[in-house]
């Protein structure tokens, strides 16, 4: 069974930034080909921030967060990290870390449904 542990979140001001971490903990250590992060504000749907695989190491991230997030991951640790910098308060939300064992196609990686494991959540608050 697969856990998904995130940490990193908190409260900043708005140009600030936030590392969020989360690391896999897997008994069968089978590394999680897919892995990346959604978000999910009060009374709105559940949305991609940003993915990155394994193998050939792409990254993807969604249209508001370009050029100001950075995802990277650490294969060895089965472990991925979102890095966020010019923050500002509609970047508010619960920040939940996503996994997915096998690959998952680019036209499915911003799709919540495709993942597999999911982890408890982390509170991100950007405070004008």
């Known amino acids: 069974q697969v856990q998904l542990v995130e940490s990193g979140g908190g409260l900043v001001q708005a140009g600030g930034s936030l590392r969020l971490s989360c690391a896999a903990s897997d008994r069968t250590s089978t590394t999680l080909n897919t892995m990346g992060w959604f978000r999910q504000a009060p009374g709105k749907e559940r949305e991609f921030v940003a993915v990155?695989?394994?193998?050939?190491?792409?990254?993807y991230y969604r249209d508001s967060v370009k050029g100001r997030f950075t995802i990277s991951r650490d294969n060895a640790k089965n472990s991925v990290y979102l890095q966020m910098d010019s923050l500002n308060p509609e970047d508010t939300a619960v920040y939940y870390c996503?996994?997915?064992?096998?690959?998952?196609?680019?036209?499915?990686?911003?799709?919540?449904?495709?993942?597999?494991?999911w982890g408890q959540g982390t509170q991100v608050t950007v405070s004008s």
């Open positions: 990155v695989r394994s193998g050939d190491g792409n990254r």
């Open positions: 996503a996994a997915n064992r096998n690959r998952l196609i680019t036209s499915s990686l911003r799709t919540a449904e495709s993942y597999g494991y």
